[in-house]
């Protein structure tokens, strides 16, 4: 099963916007544009902040927002906030299985 | 309110078995896939296993397959996760999901496996 590749982290100041990159060992894995984002802050159920590549779940800010191009997904916040610094997943369904990430540790300076 | 709440984690040696349970209330639960995730102490999230709604169709990463099995019980609004043959790299907080793109979507918060000697 392949993988996928996340900076392990990444770092802004209140208001700047970041882009956590997620790239595909091959191809099949984005597929299906079945690409997902998660938030997770340690001891908290992971929250779903993108789906389908660049579509935004209801109640999720729109300074969250989605991309593909080619083997890489990316996800960008555009006006960081405090409470973004959390870990964020990529994640995609390849066919016969769903591959997470390793996830990219956000800090807000 | 919309939840899954996950049980059954404990403590157990390697080559034992464990059965998880995750149980949902307050929204239309056999239209899910509902989904395993896990993660290990101080590493990320790790997709285990999916059902579809009605149970006909399953799903396994290679890591887990043959000695996990999923199963749900619609009537129960029950998903479970058969772990046999655990090892100490099973040891990882396991999560429950509704799905990994739907709208909306739920998790639980958690359930504790601990395989060690």
């Known amino acids: 099963q392949s993988a996928l590749t996340q900076p392990r982290s990444v770092s802004g100041s209140p208001g700047q916007s970041v882009t956590i990159s997620c790239t595909a060992t091959?191809?099949?894995?984005?597929?299906?544009?079945?690409v997902s984002w998660f938030q997770h802050h340690p001891g908290k159920a992971p929250k779903l902040m993108i789906y389908?590549?660049?579509n935004r779940p209801s109640g999720v800010p729109d300074r969250f927002s989605g991309s593909k191009s080619g083997n890489t997904a990316s996800l960008t916040i555009s006006g960081l906030h405090t409470e973004d610094e959390a870990d964020y997943y990529c994640?995609?369904?390849?066919?016969?299985?769903?591959?997470f990430g390793g996830g990219t540790k956000v800090t807000v300076l | 309110e919309d939840q899954l709440v996950e049980s059954g984690g404990g403590l157990v040696q390697p080559g034992g078995s464990l059965r998880l349970s995750c149980v949902a209330s307050?929204?239309?639960?056999?239209?899910?896939?509902i989904h395993w995730v896990r993660q290990a102490p101080g590493k990320g999230l790790v997709w285990v296993s999916d059902?579809?709604?009605?149970?006909?169709?399953?799903k396994y990463a290679d890591s887990v397959k043959g000695r996990f099995t999923i199963s749900r019980d619609n009537a129960k609004n029950t998903v479970y996760l058969q772990m046999n043959t655990l090892r100490v790299e099973d040891t990882a907080v396991y999560f429950c999901?509704?799905?990994?793109?739907?709208?909306?979507?739920?998790w639980g918060q958690g359930t504790l496996v601990t395989v060690s000697s």
């Open positions: 999901s509704s799905g990994l793109r739907s709208d909306p979507n739920y």
């Open positions: 307050g929204f239309t639960f056999t239209n899910y896939w």
């Open positions: 059902i579809n709604p009605d149970g006909s169709s399953t």
């Open positions: 091959s191809s099949d894995v984005f597929r299906y544009n079945y």
């Open positions: 389908d590549v660049s």
């Open positions: 994640c995609s369904f390849a066919g016969t299985y769903w591959v």
